[in-house]
């Protein structure tokens, strides 16, 4: 593994965080075997404004590569990370994640950083084995790009689910086109008035005519 491909740790610990010291010492374990290209563990009792550069309110706070975590990961999960983070990949998951733990405005300003993409939220949306959170905030991401670029950037996969065999997922995928306020979405939107399905036959009217 070339030290490029190493990402960088940053752990934000205090003084009586039993907490901090373990996931620390998992840390240190990690670049001990080289998984990790550099590890910086700062006490916020010592620097106060750091933790407030970053927005932390309690610790232990990790941030790995691009992916930001408030809580101990698992060895499996803080391996897991580590992993996404060297190959730049994982970006629905860790959207995911931080949907399942209830945090969607940390979601959407992970998006809106140029961290992820829109793109990177349609798995979550096609995914009806996700947790209810998760199909919720991720409907929820959905509604807060209405009518921006952002949006109207994956119509062609939103027009995608509109193919999927399962009926919700149809029928959201009316909902989230009609949120591009684009009209090029009339034409597909306008193809499911014949659906088998009553509910997508209904909300791809109410596209059309919220269109």
């Not at 090029?184 to 659906?195: A, F, N, Q």
């Amino acid at each position: 593994m070339n030290s490029t491909d190493k990402p960088k740790a940053l752990l934000l610990v205090s003084s009586h965080c039993p907490y901090c010291h373990t996931l620390e010492t998992m840390l240190q374990e990690s670049l001990n075997n080289e998984l990790l290209g550099e590890l910086d563990v700062i006490n916020i009792e010592k620097a106060p404004d750091l933790a407030s550069q970053y927005g932390v309110r309690s610790v232990p706070w990790l941030q790995l590569g691009k992916f930001l975590f408030g809580e101990v990961l698992t060895p499996t999960d803080l391996d897991k990370w580590i992993e996404h983070a060297r190959k730049g990949n994982g970006h629905s998951e860790y959207i995911g994640y931080l949907l399942e733990h209830g945090q969607l405005a940390k979601a959407v300003e992970w998006i809106e950083q140029g961290n992820a993409t829109l793109e990177d939220v349609l798995p979550l949306l096609a995914n009806l084995d996700a947790k209810m959170n998760i199909r919720v905030g991720a409907g929820a991401i959905m509604e807060h790009f209405e009518g921006l670029p952002a949006l109207r950037e994956i119509i062609p996969g939103l027009i995608s689910l509109l193919k999927n065999d399962n009926p919700a997922i149809r029928t959201d995928a009316c909902h989230y086109l009609s949120l591009t306020h684009s009209r090029d979405v009339l034409e597909p939107l306008k193809s499911m008035l014949d659906d088998e399905d009553q509910q997508v036959r209904e909300v791809a009217g109410e596209s059309i005519e919220n269109l």
